[in-house]
């Protein structure tokens, strides 16, 4: 009997161990949030093949705690404030390790306060207003894009700096996000305008998801700008344009960081896409670290082309930013993940360079340059 006992014991023993095992095998799940549809499905979709690249990379480099698999787990805000929260809580009732997401401002608002209340880590990509950091803590939301303050400030210095620009225009869509950089670029443009160097002819919204700007576009042409700055999202960026060279608009248009890609050249058109400006982080293709041309070199080889807007890069780097935290903490513990994002940060270098945060969860050390549409549609640096 006692044989009996202890052969039961053994197999008790292995099957633990068995189960112990398997437990470990199973990946680590990160959730991505991005809009896969509606009228932002097009950097949604570029979030997650960079995504999906960035993730081979971290794979050939030997992965995470001794090779653990790694799940995207990807929630669809559909580009709107309020599948952006039902996103969210599918991702946390699914218990994913963090967050990966998303794009817009005013669509991670609610996102970001629902991952807040769950204690997840939530790593924003393309969300720059000021006030996600600012108007209120948010102990577990970072970012690897920058903010619009200091876009804001490149556009006021660079339109009366180097355009030589006298008579600006600004132009919004009173999202978060774009009315944010609107009143960034203001605020900057206050000491030109105090020194008479400057005027601000020009400061206005119009509504998102209209298709006729007839009325604003023929105010706008009255204030005779010597540069128009857009500050919201390439669909309405594209017909803004059009509409406006049409009208008689001839003044260099300067959009946002939202405002230009591939998208935005095709409703353009490119007879007037060619020669628009666009102030924003630096494009994939002019990243020279390392790692920059082995992601550029995966996602060709995936998807034959490169991404044609800096978001879909920084959602890499938020994977990537991740999984370091999540191997110097050596488990998918939130609260050691926090102190490794916080303090621990130092040789992580991701597709952009260097990622480092500062208390508020902001990322540290971005530039702007001021990219042109060529005459085939690319965006290159600017060289005035």
């Not at 950089?181 to 998801?209: H, M, N, S, W």
């Not at 700008?225 to 500050?231: A, S």
């Not at 020669?275 to 924003?280: A, D, E, I, P």
């Not at 999984?323 to 940060?345: H, N, P, Q």
Request: overall charge negative; charged content about 25%.
């Amino acid at each position: 009997m006692k044989k009996v006992w202890f052969c039961l014991f053994i197999v008790f023993l292995f099957v633990l161990s068995v189960g112990a095992v398997a437990a470990e095998e199973k990946p680590i799940k990160v959730g991505l949030q991005a809009p896969i549809t509606g009228q932002w499905a097009y950097e949604g979709e570029m979030a997650k093949n960079s995504v999906e690249v960035a993730l081979q990379m971290i794979q050939e480099q030997g992965g995470i705690l001794g090779g653990r698999k790694i799940e995207i787990v990807v929630a669809d805000d559909a580009s709107n404030p309020r599948d952006s929260a039902l996103a969210a809580q599918r991702l946390v009732s699914q218990r994913v390790a963090a967050v990966i997401g998303t794009y817009g401002s005013s669509v991670n608002e609610p996102a970001a306060d629902i991952y807040e209340a769950s204690k997840m880590i939530d790593i924003g990509y393309g969300s720059t207003a000021v006030k996600l950091t600012m108007a209120k803590e948010r102990k577990y939301f970072f970012r690897t894009c920058g903010r619009d303050d200091t876009q804001g400030q490149f556009f006021s210095e660079y339109a009366v700096g180097t355009m030589k620009a006298r008579r600006i225009a600004i132009m919004h869509d009173n999202t978060t996000f774009a009315l944010g950089v609107a009143e960034e670029a203001r605020k900057a443009l206050q000491e030109y305008l105090d020194a008479g160097v400057a005027e601000l002819v020009f400061y206005d919204a119009i509504t998102p998801g209209e298709k006729d700007f007839t009325p604003i576009l023929t105010k706008l042409r009255e204030t005779n700008p010597d540069v128009w700055y857009f500050t919201g999202y390439f669909p309405e960026a594209g017909l803004l344009v059009r509409q406006g060279r049409e009208l008689g608009i001839k003044c260099p248009f300067v959009g946002g960081n939202a405002a230009i890609n591939e998208d935005f050249v095709k409703i353009a058109g490119i007879e007037y896409a060619k020669g628009c400006l666009m102030t924003q982080e630096p494009m994939p293709t002019d990243l020279d670290t390392p790692k920059a041309k082995r992601f550029l070199e995966l996602y060709r080889q995936r998807h034959n082309t490169v991404p044609t807007s800096p978001w879909p890069v920084y959602a890499a780097d938020a994977l990537i930013a991740l999984t370091w935290a999540i191997d110097k903490a050596g488990s998918t513990d939130t609260e050691a993940m926090l102190e490794v994002l916080r303090t621990g940060m130092e040789g992580c270098e991701g597709i952009t360079g260097s990622i480092a945060f500062t208390e508020r969860g902001d990322r540290k050390g971005i530039i702007y340059k001021m990219y042109v549409v060529t005459g085939e549609g690319d965006m290159v640096v600017y060289q005035p």
